[in-house]
Structures are given as structure tokens and as C-alpha cells.
Nanobody
Framework: QVQLVESGGGLVQAGGPLRLSCIAS????????MGWFRQAPGKERVSVAR????????DYADSVLGRFTISRDNAKNTVYLQMNSLRPEDTAVYYC????????????????WGQGTQVTVSS
């Protein structure tokens, strides 16, 4: 069982930065690919970014490419999402997810989920 706890959400003005963190309870954190998802009101939860267990591979949704950066520190059991040039349409609850399978961690079928953190971008 892996527990995930996100932090770092809040209210930010458009154009500003925000960094989300997700700490995992896993004893072998590097075994898990990690992903960030977001869900806006009335919309489906969608993948934003993912990172492999080693951190050597990353992948982004087109909507955030060039603005968001996913990274991880396996010594701290933590994955980050650095968000720059934020836009009002980035407003959503952001969730981190973990799965042993790289291909699954970008889908809603990811095995473990955090409780989410709210990000609100004002115009």
C-alpha cells in the first residue's frame, strides 16, 4: 500500500509560478512511475505529466508542455510539479498518482492516488 500526500496548491495570479509536491510512503519509491493529473469542475480527470521511476523519462500533456516540469527526488520519496506561466484554465484540483507501470500512470487506472490539492489561477 502506498499513501500519497500532495501539497503546494493555492491561489496565484495568471502568469505566476507554483510548485506542487507529493510525498509517498512507499519503501521502494523508485519502483513507481509517478504522474500528475488535474480535474476541473465538471470535467474529467486528465493526465498532466508523468515521470519514470528513475526520473529518466518524462511526458507532458500538450496543454502544459513548455510551462510545467515534473521531477522527482527518490531519496526524499517526493515528486514535484513546477508550474510556470499559469493561466486561468489551469485552475483545477491536482492529484498525484503512482503505479509500477509506466503506461498505466498516465491513465485513470493508476493504482494509488493522493487526495488532491486545489490550484486556482486568477486573471
Amino acid at each position: 500500500q502506498v499513501q500519497l500526500v500532495e501539497s503546494g496548491g493555492g491561489l496565484v495570479q495568471a502568469g505566476g509560478p507554483l510548485r506542487l509536491s507529493c510525498i509517498a510512503s512507499a519503501r521502494t519509491f523508485s519502483r513507481y512511475a509517478m504522474g500528475w493529473f488535474r480535474q476541473a469542475p465538471g470535467k474529467e480527470r486528465v493526465s498532466v505529466a508523468r515521470i519514470s521511476g528513475s526520473g529518466g523519462s518524462t511526458d507532458y500533456a500538450d496543454s502544459v508542455l513548455g510551462r510545467f516540469t515534473i521531477s522527482r527526488d527518490n531519496a526524499k520519496n517526493t515528486v514535484y510539479l513546477q508550474m510556470n506561466s499559469l493561466r486561468p484554465e489551469d485552475t483545477a484540483v491536482y492529484y498525484c498518482a503512482a503505479d509500477p507501470n509506466w503506461g498505466v500512470v498516465r491513465t485513470p487506472n493508476s493504482r494509488y492516488w493522493g487526495q488532491g490539492t486545489q490550484v486556482t489561477v486568477s486573471s
